[in-house]
């Protein structure tokens, strides 16, 4: 494989990785969001809450598939920690520091379309500063590369170890 396609192998890698990412983080976001929103949280509650839910989705997306596969639980949560624990954390970091950065965001409420926009936008910072970090990650024989290993996603020798 010539050194192009394998970067350009690499980078498909990392941005399918941060996708996979992004549904758990966006699924505990939403929900830690309009959980703390609807309850009248402080921002830090409802942020503490929107973190906590993001990595127990993103977590739980990545153990059923390696559990599949065969491995016992207590294994399969060890794969999905080294697997998503750099990524989850970079993407939290971005996503609730743009929630927090923009004006009225948090404060908007669940019928307010600045709130949706705004979580929308933040989610979507989030995706493309979580990429490279991916890439990175992946092209080191890390992160989502750990997970490709016990199911069949057929990235196998995608990634340089």
Not at 69 to 83: E, K, T
């Amino acid at each position: 494989m010539e050194r192009g396609s394998a970067q350009q192998s690499l980078t498909k890698l990392a941005i399918s990785a941060t996708l996979h990412c992004l549904t758990g983080c966006a699924i505990g976001e939403v929900l830690g969001m309009v959980i703390g929103t609807a309850l009248g949280w402080s921002n830090l509650s409802t942020i503490v809450l929107a973190v906590a839910l993001a990595f127990v989705f993103g977590y739980a997306l990545t153990i059923r598939p390696v559990l599949k596969s065969g491995l016992p639980l207590r294994a399969a949560i060890g794969v999905a920690f080294a697997a998503d624990t750099v990524s989850i954390a970079v993407m939290e970091i971005v996503d609730n520091a743009v929630m927090l950065l923009v004006p009225g965001a948090m404060e908007a409420g669940l019928a307010n379309w600045l709130f949706w926009v705004s979580l929308a936008f933040a989610l979507a910072v989030a995706f493309v500063v979580t990429v490279p970090v991916n890439r990175w990650l992946i092209s080191r024989g890390k992160g989502h590369a750990v997970v490709h290993q016990y199911h069949g996603g057929g990235h196998e020798g995608h990634h340089q170890h």
